[in-house]
């Protein structure tokens, strides 16, 4: 259902669509660049590329520096992922069937570091962690991206749970089920999809986080995204691009998968349960 | 009552500052249709949802079969409930839906599979078993949780305004569907609604409630001829209210006057003389004739016609008094008779004594 | 006829606790631990070293104010962050508005377009601009080609970049609420205004808009108040004179070690950042 208060006069019509068909090559266009500069044949970041090669992608899996940095992101990425679900999903039900003085402040402080500048957050983390000596370890990581994904996860299952009809519960009793019976036939089973989401989600953001990485890491210890960051500033080439392709690629295969889960438990169009992206 | 099968005696909840429902007693025979019927807020729901467990009184007991149900959590009492918005588990099928309760006792599947099959025919929706809910209508989805909340043969069934939802010509078809279940299963049914319409067509008893308090409960005649309360008569069916002060009082009928006409009416808790009290008389009961009549006769007003309605096979017409209240009065036209009065036609009210009600003067609004 | 009897007994039965609500509260602590221990408290302390460090006084808010280098970086900041957000506005809208009023496979297809970029990595993201601005870059290229310019144009390591990159980035921040927003607006409005004798564009104006604003409000906050936090963008696309608060602060803890400094920064930005959510808050939830 939509308003149109413009659908006489085409010639509005025309510059409207030419606008935004012009917008969406401005966003989409940069991802399809990189992603043509990362099989060029050429050695420096010309545009056209003169052939096509997978060179980059060779050289990329051939130097230990790139490999290294990407299991690093992968042993960070997992029990980031792990850890924050779990801790989400348990607050979540918490904020949403507890009854608790103080839940108010408890909420705003599980959302807190969404709001907040990453670029606090990670100075704040670098001072926390020097006087313990985590700076530059994998717990550090972990504990630092877990921090920064838990309320995306909380925020996803919360709002799945604020849809779930409370009376589902309630009907379930009525005919039998014991608090834990109905919250496993029942509930659990329509809020899984969200939990997905939510695990998919802190994945992502931690495999792409690079603010509080820099601050953290260490020249032994880094991700992928600290790599790249110190390769674009000193001597950039098309290495980066296939790198860069990669994570795109990831990313938005995971990020369809976590769609896909949502339009499970979420008739209806791509509507997000949050707009709040990977801020950096 | 030899026996209810549930009793609630003496139940009181409340919310903070707010009461929902305050000292409320009452029993239900086995077998019976007993209709919960009040204004949003008045406390029916939360009196159903006591029963079934689902939330806890302050005070009282609730019995079923003479055993104390209050402690027992909602999975051990055995009491089908279909909620106002039905709460079909959406990830299961309208098959899985129907043999929870089943699956949740510990019956083998074969005699799960018999009883959702036999569930389904009886509520009219055979086959459906391997939808979803959501492929279903509003009264097909309405018609499971039915079946759903019966299936395992609950001795009490509660119905919390299960038909709101839908339109009209559905709700009277459900009405029927739902009595004549009632009567072949031989349920004990509770059954809260705030359409008063309603409760009249499929109630034995009829519990009013206002304010979380019970008004009155009695069967549906009962309520009608004979409301206890002005609310009660204002809320059931349309009422004249007339105010005034008593006269006197005898054999079992009290002597209001009002606004200069003096009205009797059968008063069943008498007043002292002196006290306002109000006189409430049914539209359909007051006769209306043409011209004036002498003053001075008991249950009699003159006024003139201020509006006419013409409602098919009734007449209902607004007459204001010269004392300036509005009464509103219902005609059957039969047939061959006089063409009605005219906007304006000068007409006397009469009815008999029998007809009012005398009721204490608590205007709860 | 059975009335309600009005006996006051308040015979107490063995009510049953209710077995999950306390047991429930406590899912709560382990993220609420997390998060105090490891956000909360780091975070506080960091801010606190603005008073504390090097010594207990007002010396580093005295040296913000009066050193033109923190200044600067605070109004480039805004600048850079107000340019952002009006270009967002301008080209954001006329985006949502397309996507709200288009039918389902096509919505879906261009909140998908939006939503790629939104989910890429920001690094990748900025690394392509840096590779398209470049004067042997893609831009340049095909201008020169089209023999619309003469020469390369300078549109890296300097402020253009910056404002091109960073609406990149938050374009996304101001279509998705927005949409979503447009989505809601009730057809019969601009059905009425139409029937009451008002053009095309004077609807627009005075009718769609105006139902328009709370979700271009929340846009232009979203966008905004991140833009002032950004860090990667800037670095990588801007110049030295285009130095933003982000930067200044990971300069100064980075290279320096002046906490006390970066400390006030860090106050300054966060004070900024909450003083406008709440303003916007304010100006859109009476609705």
């Known amino acids: ?280 | ?365 | 006829m059975e009335m309600a009897a009005g006996t006051v007994t308040q015979s107490r039965s063995q009510l049953p606790r209710r077995p999950t609500i306390d047991v429930r509260s406590w899912l709560v602590a382990p993220a609420a631990a997390v998060l105090i221990i490891a956000f909360i408290y780091p975070v506080c302390q960091f801010l606190l070293r603005s008073f504390s460090d090097p010594v207990w006084g007002l010396q580093n808010f005295r040296a913000l104010i009066h050193q033109p280098l923190y200044m600067r970086a605070l109004t480039n900041t805004l600048v850079v962050s107000g340019t952002v957000t009006l270009f967002c506005i301008v080209l954001g809208y006329p985006l949502a508005y397309t996507i709200a009023n288009a039918g389902p496979r096509l919505r879906r297809l261009l909140v998908f377009a939006v939503l790629v970029p939104f989910w890429s990595s920001l690094l990748v993201r900025t690394f392509a601009w840096m590779v398209l601005l470049q004067q042997t870059g893609l831009i340049n290229h095909v201008l020169l080609q089209l023999g619309l310019i003469d020469a390369p144009l300078t549109l890296i390591y300097n402020r253009i970049g910056v404002v091109i990159g960073m609406v990149h980035i938050l374009l996304p921040f101001m279509i998705l609420p927005l949409y979503s927003v447009l989505l809601r607006i009730d057809p019969s409005y601009t059905s009425a205004a139409a029937s009451l004798g008002a053009p095309p564009v004077s609807s627009f104006l005075r009718v769609y808009l105006p139902l328009s604003l709370p979700g271009v409000l929340t846009g232009t906050l979203l966008v905004f108040v991140i833009g002032l936090g950004y860090f990667i963008t800037p670095a990588l696309l801007g110049g030295p004179g285009d130095t933003m608060i982000a930067q200044i602060i990971a300069m100064e803890v980075g290279d320096f070690g002046r906490w006390g400094i970066a400390g006030a920064v860090a106050l300054v930005l966060l004070l900024g950042t909450s003083v406008i959510f709440v303003l916007v808050q304010r100006l859109t939830t009476p609705r």
């Open chain 2, 1 to 365: 009552m030899t026996s209810p099968i549930l009793e609630l005696r003496d139940v009181s909840k409340g919310y903070g500052s707010h009461i929902a429902v305050a000292d409320l007693s009452l029993q239900l025979a086995k077998g019976e249709f007993l209709s919960l019927l009040g204004p949003s807020g008045s406390g029916k729901t939360t009196t159903l949802m006591m029963i079934a467990g689902l939330l806890h009184p302050d005070a009282g007991e609730i019995l079923v079969e003479q055993r104390p149900i209050t402690s027992l959590p909602p999975y051990k009492r055995n009491i089908g409930v279909v909620f106002q918005n039905y709460a079909l588990f959406p990830h299961m099928t309208v098959a899985k839906n129907i043999a929870f309760p089943l699956t949740m006792r510990g019956i083998s599947r074969d005699e799960v599979a018999t009883r959702v099959h036999r569930a389904l025919e009886l509520v009219g929706l055979p086959g459906h078993g391997g939808r979803y809910p959501r492929q279903l209508s509003g009264g097909q989805q309405q018609r499971v949780a039915l079946a759903r909340a019966m299936v395992f043969e609950p001795p009490i069934l509660l119905m919390d305004e299960p038909l709101g939802a839908l339109d009209k010509k559905l709700r009277e078809q459900m009405q029927l569907e739902i009595k004549r279940l009632h009567r072949e299963l031989g349920m004990s049914i509770i059954y809260v609604t705030h359409d008063q319409e309603e409760a009249l067509v499929m109630s034995d008893r009829i519990a009013v409630f206002d304010f979380g308090r019970l008004q009155q409960i009695g069967s549906p005649t009962q309520l009608y001829d004979r409301p206890a309360t002005r609310f009660v008569a204002e809320f059931i069916g349309e009422s004249n209210i007339f105010s005034g002060t008593v006269s006197a009082t005898a054999d079992g009928f009290s002597v209001l006057e009002s606004a200069g006409a003096r009205l009797r009416a059968l008063a069943s808790a008498p007043l002292p003389a002196g006290s306002r009290s109000v006189v409430s008389i049914r539209p359909e009961r007051i006769a209306l004739q043409a011209g004036d009549t002498p003053a001075g006769m008991e249950n009699t007003i003159c006024g003139s016609v201020s509006e006419v309605v013409y409602l098919g096979r009734s007449r209902k017409y607004v007459v204001r008094t010269d004392s300036g209240h509005e009464v509103t009065c219902l005609q059957q036209a039969t047939s061959g008779s006089e063409p009605g009065f005219e906007l304006g036609a000068s007409v006397s009210l009469s009815w008999r004594p029998e007809d009012a009600s005398l009721l204490p003067d608590t205007a709860t609004n």
């Open chain 1, 1 to 280: 259902m939509t308003a149109t208060p413009m659908h006489s006069g085409h010639w509005w019509t025309i510059v409207r669509i030419a606008v935004c068909a012009l917008i969406v090559v401005y966003l989409i266009a940069p991802m399809i660049i990189v992603l043509i500069i990362s099989v060029s044949s050429a050695p420096f970041l010309t545009f056209p590329p003169p052939g096509f090669s997978l060179q980059w992608y060779r050289k990329l899996f051939s130097d230990p520096d790139w490999l290294d940095s990407l299991i690093t992101s992968v042993q960070i990425m997992l029990p980031t992922g792990i850890i924050a679900t779990a801790f989400g999903t348990a607050a979540a039900f918490g904020i949403a069937r507890g009854r608790f003085p103080g839940a108010a402040i408890i909420s705003s402080v599980l959302m807190a570091p969404l709001v907040v500048p990453v670029i606090i957050t990670a100075a704040a983390l670098y001072g926390l962690f020097g006087g313990l000596g985590l700076n530059g370890t994998l717990g550090g990581f972990i504990l630092a991206h877990t921090v920064l994904t838990i309320p995306y996860v909380a925020a996803t299952v919360l709002a799945a749970l604020r849809v779930l009809d409370e009376q589902l519960e309630k009907a379930a009793l009525t005919l039998g089920a014991t608090y834990w019976s109905a919250f496993w036939r029942v509930v659990f089973p329509l809020i899984l999809p969200a939990i997905l989401s939510g695990f998919l989600f802190a994945m992502i953001i931690s495999f792409d986080e690079l603010v509080v990485s820099l601050f953290i890491s260490s020249p032994i210890l880094r991700p992928v995204t600290v790599k790249m960051w110190s390769d674009i500033r000193g001597d950039v080439n098309p290495t980066i691009s296939a790198i860069g392709s990669l994570i795109f690629l990831f990313s938005l295969v995971v990020l369809l998968a976590e769609s896909l889960l949502r339009g499970r438990w979420r008739e209806g169009g791509p509507d997000l349960a949050s707009t709040e992206g990977p801020i950096q």
